[in-house]
C-alpha cells in the first residue's frame, strides 16, 4: 500500500525521490508474479508495435547529413508514413539521431541531450562522420565515432546518406524494437545478444569525457 504521508506530498516530491516512488510502488508490484506474465500476455505487443510505429526523432542537425535528415520528410519520402515525426525537445523523442562530425566541444552536449531523453530511447548514426570522424578522422577535435560516448544500435554509412538509407535504417531499428519483446536477438555469427544493449559498450550516466583509447 502508498504510505498516506508520501500521497499527500507526492506534488511537493522532487523528481529523483518521484522517480523512487514509483518504482516502488508501481513499477515493482507490477513485475511481481503473475501480473507481470498478464500484461506481457496483454499489452506487451501492443506497447511493441506502438514503439516501433512511432519513432519520434529529436530534431537536431549537425552539419551536412542534416540536409539529408529534411529531404527524408519532403512529399517525395515522406518518412511521416512510417511514424517518424521530428521533435525539438528531447523529452519527448526516443531516438536520437546523429548526422555530422561531433567535435569534442560539442560532445558533452550530446550526451546531455541523450540522458534528458526517457527510456525507451535508441541511437541512430547517420554518415561516415559520426561513425568514425569520417575525413576528419585525424583532426584532433573530432570525436572518432558516435558509439564512443552513447550506445548507437544502428549505424548508416555514407557520405552524404541518402534519404532512402536514412529509411531503411528506420525499418532496421523497427526490426530492432520488434525483437526486444523476446529479450534476445541472434546476430549474423550465431550468438545471442541482449535485444536492448546487443554488443554496445558499457556507458556510465553523466560520464562525458569517455573516450576509446586511439591506437596509432
Known amino acids: 500500500m502508498i504510505q498516506p504521508a508520501e500521497q499527500a506530498n507526492i506534488i511537493g516530491l522532487k523528481s529523483h525521490d518521484f ?3 514509483v518504482d516502488r510502488n508501481i513499477d515493482a508490484p507490477l513485475k511481481k508474479g503473475p501480473i507481470r506474465k ?5 499489452v506487451g505487443d501492443f506497447f511493441n508495435w506502438a514503439k516501433r510505429n512511432s519513432t519520434w526523432p529529436l530534431h537536431f542537425g549537425i552539419m551536412c547529413c542534416a540536409i539529408e535528415m529534411a529531404a527524408t520528410s519532403d512529399p517525395r519520402y515522406d518518412a511521416e508514413r512510417f511514424g517518424v ?11 536520437l539521431l546523429l548526422n555530422g562530425p561531433i567535435s569534442l566541444k560539442l560532445r558533452p552536449a550530446v550526451r546531455r541531450l541523450y540522458e534528458q531523453m526517457a527510456e525507451p530511447k535508441w541511437v541512430i548514426a547517420m554518415g561516415e562522420c559520426t561513425i568514425c570522424g569520417g575525413p576528419y578522422y585525424d583532426s584532433y577535435a573530432v570525436v572518432k565515432g558516435s558509439y ?12 552524404p546518406v541518402r534519404p532512402e538509407a536514412l529509411i531503411d535504417g528506420f525499418l532496421k531499428l523497427s526490426e530492432k524494437i520488434k525483437a526486444e519483446k523476446t529479450g534476445l536477438v541472434r546476430t549474423k555469427k550465431g550468438r545471442l545478444v541482449s535485444a536492448r544493449e546487443g554488443q554496445l559498450m558499457d556507458m556510465q550516466k553523466g560520464e562525458y569525457t569517455f573516450e576509446v583509447p586511439q591506437v596509432r
Open 148 to 159: 564512443t560516448f552513447v550506445p548507437t544500435d544502428i549505424f548508416i554509412p555514407g557520405c
Open 85 to 95: 515525426i521530428y521533435r525539438s525537445s528531447p523529452r519527448q523523442c526516443d531516438v
Open 19 to 21: 522517480v523512487k516512488w
Open 38 to 42: 498478464i500484461l506481457d500476455a496483454v
